[in-house]
């Protein structure tokens, strides 16, 4: 592996953490030129992610530094390759985790690139020629048209960005256990996520907890610290399913009881596959969800603005910023704004 290989010959300006402090400083590296396959975007902006904080502070133990995080990027093509079917110049996109899969497997071959055991993350990962992957703190990203896909134009490029990571994790398990199209089905959340459709309640103390018992088909758990799940399970209906999509850098307490005295399954996945994120990313139906993001001017570092969601907001601190979650939304990494043009810090408005 290498930072970069000789074609790497685009100067690009990023923000990158140099070491477990997760201190992001400004930075300055090379992306591959624009190849047959690849599209060149113009970062408009990034979300950011709970993953990236675990990178930036080497959390799970495997970060390479300088790591440049970032992996809910919107944007505009500046540059496309003479293979990269469907993408033209000036074309609205966006980038979620992937930069590479083997292309071969039956999990790339049936639009499930996300389980793919080759694949490389956008960041921290190692592309097809050697190189490690940079994301999208930064002004310009190259992406294989194979991982890119269309922001239609009624969604607003800040608010679409978490969709691309937070979102489509979220949405997937909810597609995937039919809880998208099943009215009157139960849902709990545990941790960071926003509240969808048919979401029931909110549980904060033994007494709710009670109460709730047996009441949920679905529980959502996207906590990233050590925690049981034994409590949790017992909000499940029987035949209720605990789905795990948080990753904690410990492994979690499971009890069986709550398993077998109610026949519920533990489960997990990641993000989703580029056509089912392009699906949820689309004009319709699930596209109204980003009208749920309510954003707000929020914190401001080192000229880069920040900004996140209305609503229960949580502080991570992270190096010399901080991160404010209130259930998915997350927070945004304006790029290439510093006119002002798309983004006046102004409450969004969707
Ligand atoms: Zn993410
Ligand atoms: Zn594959």
Not at 158 to 166: E, F, K, Q, S, V
Not at 196 to 220: F, G, V
Request: hydrophobic share 30%.
């Amino acid at each position: 592996m290498a930072q970069t290989t000789p074609n790497h010959t685009q100067t690009v300006s990023g923000w990158a953490a140099h070491d477990s402090s997760g201190k992001i400083t400004p930075y300055i590296f090379k992306r591959r030129e624009n190849g047959v396959n690849d599209v060149t975007i113009k970062i408009l902006y990034c979300g950011i992610c709970h993953t990236d904080l675990h990178y930036a502070k080497n959390e799970w133990g495997i970060t390479m530094y300088p790591v440049v995080p970032g992996h809910e990027i919107t944007g505009v093509i500046t540059k496309v390759g003479s293979n990269a079917k469907g993408f033209k110049e000036g074309d609205r996109v966006g980038v979620g985790c992937l930069a590479s899969t083997c292309l071969e497997c039956e999990f790339c071959q049936s639009s499930q690139e996300n389980y793919c055991d080759q694949l490389q993350f956008v960041y921290n990962g190692i592309f097809w020629d050697g190189s490690i992957t940079y994301g999208g703190y930064s002004k310009i990203f190259v992406a294989d048209y194979r991982y890119v896909v269309h922001i239609p134009e009624n969604l607003p490029m800040d608010a679409t960005a978490p969709l691309l990571c937070g979102g489509i994790t979220v949405f997937s398990p909810l597609k995937d256990n039919k809880m998208v199209e099943s009215p009157g089905k139960r849902i709990g959340g545990d941790g960071p996520w926003r509240p969808w459709t048919h979401c029931s309640q909110i549980c904060t103390n033994a007494k709710q907890m009670q109460r709730c018992r047996r009441t949920l088909d679905l529980i959502l758990d996207t906590v990233s610290a050590k925690h049981s799940v034994g409590p949790i399970l017992e909000l499940l209906k029987v035949n209720g399913t605990l789905h795990i999509v948080g990753a904690p850098d410990q492994p979690m307490e499971l009890p069986s009881f709550p398993l077998i005295f109610g026949k519920r399954a533990v489960t997990g996945s990641i993000i989703g596959g580029i056509q089912e994120t392009q699906d949820y990313a689309g004009p319709t139906p699930v596209g109204h969800l980003v009208n749920t993001a309510n954003w707000v001017c929020q914190e401001a570092i080192d000229g880069a603005r920040l900004r996140c969601g209305s609503g229960t907001e949580t502080l991570v601190t992270i190096g010399g910023y901080r991160r404010y979650s209130d259930g998915g939304g997350g927070l945004i990494f304006c790029s290439n704004n510093e006119d002002g043009a798309e983004d006046e810090g102004d409450d969004y408005k969707g």
